[in-house]
């Protein structure tokens, strides 16, 4: 029985391989389905598909990560993608109570700017509010306070310019939060108390005789209700690059150095003695893709470009409190509770069939 491969290869495989030419993409679809090819088996199997599963971190940072994903169908990658941009929760501020703001920035504004600043409360600590209007408690909500005053430095040089030097608190900064614990936070957030995870970043810029005295409520929600609780920077996915050079008609010696310009760097080596061209299997990650090859007529024939369809390498950009390592984990456990739901609700409607053949749809 044949079976797709994610191997790489000197020839171009429809099963494999997402077809790139200068104006279109080709094989874009997958048929590794049951039906599709006569007399072979593709019904899942679970062994098969731990054997060709792989996970493997190729960057690490303490704000991103690279790993590729390699053995799964585009729905479910792209469904990774998803979940990790609008459903892995995260705790942000949701309410701002002003008592005093005489800035420049009005209320409305100033309280938008200050949801959008990532904090580093771990979410597995707090419940979430089954709705808005329930009650704040220290199980659900995290309580800061911001109150910065701008006053002039009677002590500053008289022909200094800087508003640093001139005055005191002249930028209100993320740092200036100040968390007031509710009930038992002290003891829960004592490893790490609860502040945003960029004190430097400026909020607004106050001067003498200014004041900002507010409270925040912070709350635990995900991305789908608002782009603020997004746990990423940016969460993205793109296929494996993949270039097939012709070895029946290699790249004649004196177009190799425009042949090896038409890709991103570091993915075409010409040999400096022989000018024989060849790919680079760790460069061409790489590769961008651009086509320009294909828009030279006599460069063109000597080379194909495609991408692998079941190898994607996802990139990922951390701006809350998750370790960029633990997003993936944390995107794959809530897939699996949504899998759990709707396995529990298929098995609900089949009882309810068997019973009295009739199905009563409700919500839950």
């Known amino acids: 029985m044949a079976q797709a491969s994610t191997s790489s290869s000197n020839q171009f495989n429809p099963r ?21 090819y006569p007399d072979e ?19 690490l940072s303490t704000r991103s990560i690279e790993f590729d994903l390699v053995g799964v169908d585009a729905s479910i990658a792209n469904a990774l ?45 707090l419940e979430m509010k089954p709705s808005p209007s329930d009650q704040a408690t220290d199980r659900n909500t995290i309580v800061f306070k911001l109150q910065v005053e701008c006053t002039r430095d009677t002590a500053a040089p008289r022909d200094s310019t800087d508003p640093a030097v001139l005055y005191h608190n ?11 614990p509710q009930g038992e936070q002290a003891d829960v957030f004592s490893a790490s108390p609860p502040a945003p995870t960029i004190p430097e970043t400026v909020l607004v810029k106050l001067r003498p005789g200014q004041v900002i005295e507010m409270e925040m409520h912070a709350v635990k929600g995900v991305g789908k209700d608002h782009a603020k609780f997004s746990p990423v920077a940016t969460a993205s996915y793109r296929l494996l690059p993949h270039v ?29 003695r022989t000018k024989k061209v060849t790919v680079d299997k760790r460069g061409v990650r790489g590769e961008t893709m651009s086509r320009e090859v294909l828009r030279h007529p006599d460069l063109a024939e000597y080379v194909k470009l495609a991408r ?20 993936p984990l944390e995107a794959i456990r809530v897939m699996r509770e949504k899998i759990s739901t709707l396995k529990s609700a298929a098995e609900e409607l089949r009882l309810q069939r068997d019973s009295d053949g009739d199905i009563q749809m409700a919500d839950t």
């Open 81 to 125: 993608r998803r979940i990790l941009i609008a459903e892995v929760p995260t705790v942000v501020i949701e309410h701002v109570y002003v008592w005093n703001n005489t800035s420049v920035m009005v209320d409305e504004v100033f309280s938008h700017r200050l949801g959008l600043i990532p904090l580093n409360v771990d979410p597995a600590l």
């Open 244 to 272: 097939i050079l012709d070895e029946a008609n290699p790249v004649p010696p004196h177009l190799a150095a425009r042949f090896r310009d038409c890709f991103s760097p570091g993915v075409i080596k010409v040999d400096p």
């Open 170 to 180: 002249s930028e209100v900064r993320a740092g200036d939060f100040q968390w007031i």
């Open 308 to 327: 692998v369809r079941d190898h994607f390498i996802f990139n990922v950009e951390s701006e809350g409190p998750y370790e960029p390592q633990r997003l």
């Open 16 to 36: 494999v391989h997402v077809g790139l030419l200068e104006e279109r993409v080709t094989n874009v679809s997958s048929t590794d389905f049951p039906g599709h």
């Open 41 to 59: 088996d593709h019904s899942w199997d679970l062994k098969k598909f731990k054997k060709k599963l792989q996970v493997k971190v190729q960057k």
